[in-house]
């Protein structure tokens, strides 16, 4: 009896004892696991973390070789570029009621013709510091007068118009006069060229104002060899057409001036579209020089509001669609008193020339 009573207590002892231990185990084992789950967690975390950065800075270098290839805002990268509006950035001092402009590609030549003074074309660098002119050859008229200008984009050589003379003379880039230029077919009528453009294939486009009424005004477009392709425009259709600009789908966009309108032509020369003269959204007052870049957006400087006029060309779509204006009446920076031509770089710069401010302004995206 007595070693029953002294070993029966001994049994459930041992037991709670074994009891403890086990949860003591098992505790252990839950906070491992838990722990091996968190560290789990934050590796995952890390390593998102690491290929965000690794995304990001792959992002940055793309972005840095593209703005070193085209020079360009970040806002102009493709997709990103929205129909807004470009701001004032800077004006070129030293032309004398200059009119027309023209720019090569990345914006260090820049041609602004000059009515009056001496009357030669102007040669700037992209700060706007003159580097020489472009003197015209002796000419047994009453003198030179040059309107406007334009660059062949397959040789570099510079058009000028000459509202005197009636003839279109050619420099190199470097601003030797080279030649006049003549077409190897005789024109009908009274040659009077105005307004210059070049198709990327080197294509001449030329406004001709001669003849005694405006029935005859026209556009003529010669191969790069100077042939006489065709004549855009009946007769009667415009009257003074000034700034013209060919677009990257091949169309013709011609400043119609004295009809207030802006008219576009397929290549083969029928008429797709205008913009018409008036004074609701996107109408024209008295339309001079036009432009366009390479994010397809048109420029219009409208001479009698003292602004421009903004549109984008739009694949299948001939009308221009209205972005904006820029530009108000002033002698202030940003201001226009009868702006005339328009000419753009491919580093999203447009040039206007101010002709009663005596400047070119330059604005920018």
Same mark, same amino acid.
């Given at each position: $009896?007595?070693?029953?009573?002294?070993?029966?207590?001994?049994?459930?002892?041992?037991?709670?004892?074994?009891?403890?231990?086990?949860?003591?185990?098992?505790?252990?084992?839950?906070?491992?696991?838990?722990?091996?789950?968190?560290?789990?967690?934050? $590796?995952?975390?890390?390593?998102?973390?690491?290929?965000?950065?690794?995304?990001?800075?792959?992002?940055?270098? #793309?972005?840095?070789?593209?703005?070193?290839?085209?020079?360009?805002?970040?806002?102009?990268?493709?997709?990103?570029?929205?129909?807004?509006?470009?701001?004032?950035?800077?004006?070129?001092?030293?032309?004398?009621?200059? #009119?027309?402009? &023209?720019?090569?590609?990345?914006?260090?030549?820049?041609?602004?013709?000059?009515?009056?003074?001496?009357?030669?074309?102007?040669?700037?660098?992209?700060?706007?510091?003159?580097?020489?002119?472009?003197?015209?050859?002796?000419?047994?008229?009453?003198?030179?007068?040059?309107?406007?200008? !334009?660059?062949?984009?397959?040789?570099?050589?510079?058009?000028?118009?000459?509202?005197?003379?009636?003839?279109?003379?050619?420099?190199?880039?470097?601003?030797?006069?080279?030649?006049?230029?003549?077409?190897?077919?005789?024109?009908?009528?009274?040659?009077?060229?105005?307004?210059?453009?070049? !198709?990327? *294939?080197?294509?001449?486009?030329?406004?001709?104002?001669?003849?005694?009424?405006?029935?005859?005004?026209?556009?003529?477009?010669?191969?790069?060899?100077?042939?006489?392709?065709?004549?855009?425009?009946?007769?009667?259709?415009?009257?003074?057409?000034?700034?013209?600009?060919?677009? !990257?789908?091949? @169309?013709?966009?011609?400043?119609? %001036? @004295?009809?207030?309108?802006?008219?576009?032509?397929?290549? &083969?020369?029928? $008429?797709? !579209?205008?913009?018409?003269?008036?004074?609701?959204?996107?109408?024209?007052?008295?339309?001079?020089?036009?432009?366009?870049?390479? %994010?397809?957006?048109?420029?219009?400087?409208?001479?009698?509001?003292? $602004?421009?006029?903004?549109?984008?060309?739009?694949?299948?779509?001939?009308?221009?669609?209205?972005?904006?204006?820029?530009?108000?009446?002033?002698?202030?920076?940003?201001?226009?008193?009868?702006?005339?031509?328009?000419?753009?770089?491919?580093?999203?710069?447009?040039?206007?020339? *101010?002709?009663?401010? @005596?400047?070119?302004?330059?604005?920018?995206?």
């Amino acid at each position: $009896m007595t070693n029953s009573t002294n070993t029966s207590p001994a049994v459930p002892e041992t037991r709670a004892s074994r009891g403890r231990s086990e949860a003591e185990v098992a505790g252990a084992a839950s906070a491992a696991t838990a722990a091996g789950a968190a560290a789990t967690v934050a $590796m995952k975390r890390k390593k998102r973390k690491i290929i965000s950065l690794v995304i990001l800075l792959l992002i940055l270098i #793309l972005l840095f070789i593209w703005y070193l290839i085209n020079r360009k805002p970040l806002s102009e990268l493709p997709g990103l570029a929205g129909q807004k509006l470009p701001h004032y950035q800077s004006s070129i001092y030293g032309a004398t009621k200059p #009119l027309g402009v &023209a720019v090569n590609a990345s914006g260090d030549r820049i041609y602004v013709t000059e009515t009056e003074g001496k009357r030669v074309v102007h040669v700037y660098d992209h700060g706007g510091k003159e580097t020489g002119t472009l003197q015209p050859p002796a000419s047994k008229t009453k003198g030179h007068i040059p309107i406007y200008v !334009a660059i062949n984009p397959t040789t570099q050589d510079v058009y000028v118009s000459d509202r005197f003379s009636s003839e279109i003379y050619v420099y190199n880039e470097q601003g030797k006069y080279l030649r006049t230029f003549a077409p190897t077919e005789k024109v009908i009528g009274k040659w009077a060229p105005l307004g210059l453009a070049f !198709a990327p *294939d080197g294509s001449l486009y030329v406004t001709d104002v001669g003849g005694e009424t405006p029935k005859t005004h026209r556009v003529l477009s010669f191969t790069p060899d100077g042939k006489l392709v065709r004549a855009l425009g009946a007769a009667g259709q415009l009257n003074f057409p000034n700034g013209i600009v060919v677009d !990257a789908f091949g @169309n013709i966009e011609v400043s119609d %001036s @004295n009809n207030g309108r802006l008219v576009v032509y397929s290549p &083969a020369g029928k $008429m797709l !579209a205008s913009i018409t003269r008036g004074i609701g959204e996107g109408d024209l007052g008295l339309p001079r020089g036009a432009a366009v870049d390479d %994010s397809g957006r048109l420029f219009v400087a409208d001479t009698s509001d003292h $602004m421009v006029r903004a549109y984008s060309i739009d694949k299948g779509k001939p009308l221009p669609t209205y972005i904006g204006s820029f530009g108000t009446e002033g002698q202030l920076d940003g201001t226009f008193e009868y702006p005339n031509g328009v000419a753009t770089d491919k580093r999203s710069h447009i040039y206007i020339t *101010d002709r009663e401010n @005596n400047r070119v302004q330059v604005w920018g995206y």
